[in-house]
């Protein structure tokens, strides 16, 4: 079974741009969350989705958004970015069952703002 | 919200076992606690979970204080590829609103000595 993938690995945006990142599930899980990891703040959870619809939110600001498709591969979206949305975005799949349950993690992507 | 603290470092012999502690005093009567590893430059992996009871799995055991203030990973036999970055996490149960956060430790660095 393939595991989580997500797109790009690296990306370089300038200040004020905005930046969209992929993720793609394993095959059959429903739920898919993001997270921010940066040397300071560590790992920051920034939202689920599950069956299309925002289940959970952490505490970003509204620049970071994210959706999920029928396939349940997800999108980030991060608008008028700013140095320090530098950082490894991680996304994690699961099957999205009651709070005890299993996340798988991509790689990650990471995004460096200059 | 529910913290959790974690020593940010331990050191093990290879082939020992190890117990990390995790100290999650302000735990709410719903919140699973969940342990992941991050490997360097890889995502963070799933290791185990609970709710009140001690659990088990093939990678390691989960031991819960009765009054769930506190819980220690244990790792029976470390080896090398065991050197990583440990988090306890919890995770919230509903609450008003669907708005649920997952709060990561500041995790330990399991240093494996051969």
């Known amino acids: 079974k393939a595991g989580v993938t997500q797109t790009p690995r690296y990306l370089i945006k300038t200040r004020g741009q905005q930046v969209t990142l992929s993720c793609s599930p394993i095959?059959?899980?429903?739920?898919v969350s993001w997270y921010q990891q940066t040397p300071g703040q560590g790992l920051q959870f920034l939202f689920e989705?599950?069956?299309?619809?925002?289940?959970n939110k952490g505490n970003f600001p509204g620049r970071f958004s994210g959706r999920q498709f029928s396939n349940s591969r997800s999108e980030m979206n991060v608008s008028t970015l700013e140095l320090g949305d530098s950082a490894l975005y991680l996304c994690?799949?699961?099957?999205?069952?009651?709070?005890?349950?299993?996340?798988?993690f991509g790689p990650g992507t990471r995004l460096t703002v200059t | 919200d529910a913290k959790t603290t974690q020593p940010n470092s331990m050191e093990s012999n290879e082939e020992e076992p190890v117990h990390l502690p995790c100290n999650h005093s302000?735990?709410?009567?719903?919140?699973?606690i969940h342990w992941y590893r991050q490997l360097p430059s890889q995502g963070p992996e799933y290791v185990i979970h609970?709710?009140?009871s001690n659990v088990n799995n093939r990678m390691a055991s989960l031991a819960i204080a009765e009054d769930r203030k506190s819980s220690t990973l244990i790792l029976h036999r470390a080896t090398l590829r065991d050197a990583a970055v440990y988090y306890c996490?919890?995770?919230?149960?509903?609450?008003?609103?669907?708005?649920?956060?997952?709060?990561f430790g500041t995790g330990t660095k399991l240093q494996v000595i051969p």
């Open positions: 994690a799949s699961s099957s999205g069952g009651p709070s005890s349950y299993e996340q798988y």
């Open positions: 095959s059959g899980h429903r739920s």
């Open positions: 989705y599950f069956s299309e619809t925002q289940r």
């Open positions: 302000t735990i709410s009567g719903t919140d699973y």
């Open positions: 609970g709710l009140t």
């Open positions: 996490i919890l995770r919230d149960g509903p609450q008003s609103g669907g708005y649920q956060k997952v709060t």
